[in-house]
T-cell receptor, first 116, second 111 residues
Framework: GAGVSQSPSNKVTEKGKDVELRCDPISGHTALYWYRQSLGQGLEFLIYFQGNSAPDKSGLPSDRFSAERTGGSVSTLTIQRTQQEDSAVYLC??????????????FGPGTRLLVL | ELKVEQNPLFLSMQEGKNYTIYCNYSTTSDRLYWYRQDPGKSLESLFVLLSNGAVKQEGRLMASLDTKARLSTLHITAAVHDLSATYFCAVDRAAGNKLTFGGGTRVLVKP
């Protein structure tokens, strides 16, 4: 079946511009996660959505970062006023919601963001 | 704060030989994951380890978990070139449902 999909696959933007990254989770997966992978920081958790609960935003690095999940499916990660240190690969993952304990997270191909 | 450390960071392997990657974590966790990442690709799930003493095997890879020692190992038997990749362990805290990753082990298998 279809896996997690992300778009765009690559994004080059100028410093100070806003960007939107999209994630389509696996059908039927109610838990959705965003992570960031960069050379300096490795793989970092950003935000987690579980069903209709309030998202866990504890990993967002600044208030320039925000995310939404519409209709319990597609999610958009928005970075406002991008900075060069935002350059990274942004990975989305989804999993089956088993309540307190989640199943394996399946990752999308990522969006490679380069801020010039 | 949960910390996850992997070692070694880089492993040059000879085909046919056996190797082990270690993953230590700092606080109690409910489950541990191993992922593989090929260059320019996303993360592929390899194993989920749920309890103390858990052992899982797939092909030439075998993962084990010792929750008392807060240690997981990924053992590679008779390495082959196709196993060249970066391997990550990740720990899932029950209260957070978010993964904390180790720094990764880059594996290069040479003929």
């Amino acid at each position: 079946g279809a896996g997690v999909s992300q778009s765009p696959s690559n994004k080059v933007t100028e410093k100070g511009k806003d960007v939107e990254l999209r994630c389509d989770p696996i059908s039927g997966h109610t838990a959705l996660y965003w992570y960031r992978q960069s050379l300096g920081q490795g793989l970092e958790f950003l935000i987690y959505f579980q069903g209709n609960s309030a998202p866990d935003k504890s990993g967002l690095p600044s208030d320039r970062f925000s995310a939404e999940r519409t209709g319990g499916s597609v999610s958009t990660l928005t970075i406002q006023r991008t900075q060069q240190e935002d350059s990274a690969v942004y990975l989305c993952a989804s999993s089956v919601d088993r309540g307190r304990y989640q199943e394996t997270q399946y990752f999308g191909p990522g969006t490679r963001l380069l801020v010039l | 704060e949960l910390k996850v450390e992997q070692n070694p960071l880089f492993l040059s392997m000879q085909e046919g030989k056996n190797y082990t990657i270690y993953c230590n974590y700092s606080t109690t966790s409910d489950r541990l994951y191993w992922y593989r990442q090929d260059p320019g690709k996303s993360l592929e799930s390899l194993f989920v380890l749920l309890s103390n003493g858990a052992v899982k095997q797939e092909g030439r890879l075998m993962a084990s978990l010792d929750t008392k020692a807060r240690l997981s190992t990924l053992h590679i038997t008779a390495a082959v070139h196709d196993l060249s990749a970066t391997y990550f362990c990740a720990v899932d805290r029950a209260a957070g449902n978010k993964l904390t990753f180790g720094g990764g082990t880059r594996v290069l298998v040479k003929p």
